[in-house]
Each structure stands twice: as C-alpha cells, then as structure tokens.
C-alpha cells in the first residue's frame, strides 16, 4: 500500500517510517524542511517538502504522493513542556490538529484517499467521572479545565472530522503517555531530567490514572473499521504509583510529595487535572479489532528497558 505520513520526522514518524517500510509498503514523508529530506530517505521512505498548514501546498504534495491511505501524525511537542500555560503550550499542535487535519482531509479527497489514520490522545480529554479506565464508548469531558479548554476543543475537532468522513475509512487513534526514544520520557527526555532533579513531584494523593504506550508501535494501516480506537498498554496507574517507579528506573531519587494547593499555585491547574483527576484507557477494542499487542504489556518492563 502507498502511505503518506504527515509529520515524518516527528517521534512517532521516525518510528513509523522504518516499520511501515519493512512491512512492504511504499512510504511517502511530509516534511516542512528542506535540510530534513536526508533523514526521511534514511527512515526507508521518500520525502516531499510542504508546510501542512498551507491549504495550496498540501494539496501538491497530497496529489504528488497519491497515496491510499495517510497517517496524519502532526504535532510540535519539542522542547520542554509548559503545563501552567497549557493551551499556549499546545497552541501550534492545536493548529496541526484543526487546520492541518481539514487540509489533508481534503486533499484527500480530492485524490481518492481510502483510509485516514489520526494521533489524538487518550487521558485527560475523558470525563473526570465515574470508574478510573475509560473505553472508547465513555464520554469525554462534559467541562474541561479552563487551561485546557482550547486543546479539548481541538481534540475534539481532529476526532470528529476523521470518524465523521464518510467517503474514507477514518481511524482516530487515541494514544496514551508515549515514552520511548524521542520522546519526554525517553534516555535523555526532559521528564527524565526532572525526576533526577526531584523537579517531578506527586502532586496530592496523585490519584491520576496514566495509560501509557511505547513510542515504536504501528497500528490500523490495513486493518480496521473506521472509529476511534485507544492505544495504550494493559496496565493503567496512578501518579503515586508509576511516578516513583519510573523515578526508581533512571536512578533517580523518589520524588516530592506537594499538597494539592501548593501544586495549583505552582504547576496550575491543567497539572492538577493530570496529576489527581486524569482517567486510564482500555485498549480491548484495539487488540479486538486491529489485531494490535503493546511492544510492552506495561510501562513497568518498558520503564526499565528504556533506562537500560
């Protein structure tokens, strides 16, 4: 199959790339520089250089790839994380995830694009109610953090705008916390020089359940109806319990506990959501249908070998 993935060179398309490649198929890679077309070859694909979020130019590249399926894996996480000010934070991803998707969709279209796989995520967008591991059936968020309300919105539209394309077959897959090369928790990720600098604390009872997912893991190419799909690993945590772990795997000391009231002055409140309140995800209807297994059944045995 001829695949285009937007956002080639990004953690999860240098992961991709390779994979898809050994798997037979004839990958095509988006990437808005020029200078980064050498590493797109070196991942087993070939390379077109656009800016996805010009209408004209996607159009172009879409159109000069033709391919079957697109994988649209845009994001722009590098750097450290400002989780206080978080929709600023997330505002160019939330672009990638609006504007972006509405241009590879229509390019798409035009083109005659049978399948379309989307990143989203799974954890703090679930409704803060109810048990402490959501499926894909559970409602999202009837009232978001005030902080996160922009980024929602633009999760929000990402999944409705892929499931909703009734002339494709449009797979939404909804990731939880990515560790892994490339990635913050990867050998030299910021999250990882934060819990060595005890800068990672467990914010109140952190009774914040995380799902968690290697970053070099493939899915819904081939197989799969269209709908949404959660994909994370067996084994959903607390803070309190995989924060100290993962501390505990670098060689790092274990971490802080603050008090809920000092974590809101300090980190805000996207961190209190995420730290306390956030929900884990199911990944049954993934196994079920896509044929899909983890790389690792939980980030316990893939906590350690990253640190190895």
């Known amino acids: 199959m001829k695949v285009l993935v937007a956002g080639a060179t990004g953690a999860m398309g240098k992961q991709l790339l390779p994979l898809l490649a050994a798997q037979g198929h004839d990958v095509v890679g988006i990437t808005r520089s020029r200078e980064k077309l050498d590493v797109v070859h070196e991942l ?31 994001t722009a996480l590098s750097g450290d994380l400002d989780i206080r000010h978080f929709d600023r934070t997330f505002a160019v991803t939330n672009r990638l995830r609006t504007e972006a998707t509405d ?3 229509a390019a798409g279209r035009a083109t005659g694009v049978r399948r379309f796989i989307a990143q989203s995520f ?13 499926s894909e059936d559970d409602p999202l968020d009837p009232e978001p953090a005030g902080a996160m309300r922009e980024s929602f919105d633009a999760i929000r539209h990402l999944e409705d705008a892929v499931t909703g394309a009734d002339w494709l077959a449009g797979l939404v897959l909804r990731y939880g916390g990515f560790y892994g090369p490339g990635t913050g928790l990867g050998p030299d990720g910021d999250q990882v020089e934060m819990l060595r600098e005890r800068k990672f604390p467990v914010v109140g009872d952190g009774a914040g359940v995380w799902s968690f997912i290697h970053i070099a893991t493939a899915a819904a190419v081939t197989r799969g109806r269209a709908g949404i799909y959660n994909i994370v690993d067996d084994d959903p945590a607390p803070v309190a319990e995989w924060l100290p772990a993962a501390a505990s795997a670098v060689g790092a000391p274990p971490p ?19 730290m306390t309140e956030m929900r884990g995800a199911s990944n049954e209807k993934a196994k079920r249908e896509l044929g899909w297994q983890p790389r690792h059944a939980s980030w316990r045995e893939g906590f350690a070998q990253v640190a190895a």
Do not use: C, N, S, Y
């Open 103 to 105: 241009h590879l969709l």
């Open 256 to 274: 802080r506990h603050v008090p809920r009231w000092l974590g809101r002055i300090v980190a805000g409140e996207a961190a209190m959501v995420m």
């Open 122 to 134: 799974a954890g703090w967008p679930f409704a803060r109610t109810g048990g402490p591991v959501k």
């Open 44 to 74: 087993g694909a070939r390379g077109i250089v656009a800016d996805v979020l010009d209408p004209d130019q996607v159009a172009r590249a879409v159109a000069e790839a033709e391919p079957e399926a697109i994988l649209h894996e845009l």
